[in-house]
């Protein structure tokens, strides 16, 4: 079965750096755009970063758009969210997603599957 596993969340200090992993297994990887998710506390999901299905094109939220970079390595079957100058307001737990089309932008409601979340917790 199609499962994304997330790894790499912690608590760290604002100002510094985090990066996620996200393994897939059970698809074809290389025909899904990827992205990341993020859902603070008290708050709905929201779309953080996505990219497509070759790596070509990225698109960001406006909240992280210059300290976030999204990749991927379709060999390896992983995508990654490299996150810069931490904020206590990025502070959430973070989905991996994937959708099988090739725009690196989409919805919740567009997400064809989801992992299972890592928390990462940003203090001040």
């Known amino acids: 079965q199609v499962q994304l596993v997330e790894s790499g969340g912690g608590l760290v200090q604002a100002g510094s750096s985090l990066r996620l992993s996200c393994a897939a297994s059970g698809l074809t990887f290389s025909n899904y755009a990827m992205g990341w998710f993020r859902q603070g506390p008290g708050k709905e999901r929201e779309f953080v970063a996505g990219i497509t299905r070759n790596g070509g094109s990225t698109y960001y939220a406006e909240s992280v758009k210059g300290r976030f970079t999204i990749s991927r390595d379709n060999a390896k079957k992983t995508v990654y969210l490299q996150m810069n100058s931490l904020k206590p307001e990025d502070t959430a737990v973070y989905y991996c997603?994937?959708?099988?089309?090739?725009?690196?932008?989409?919805?919740?409601?567009?997400?064809?599957?989801w992992g299972q979340g890592t928390q990462v917790t940003v203090s001040s």
């Open positions: 997603a994937g959708r099988n089309r090739g725009s690196s932008y989409f919805s919740v409601s567009l997400v064809d599957y």
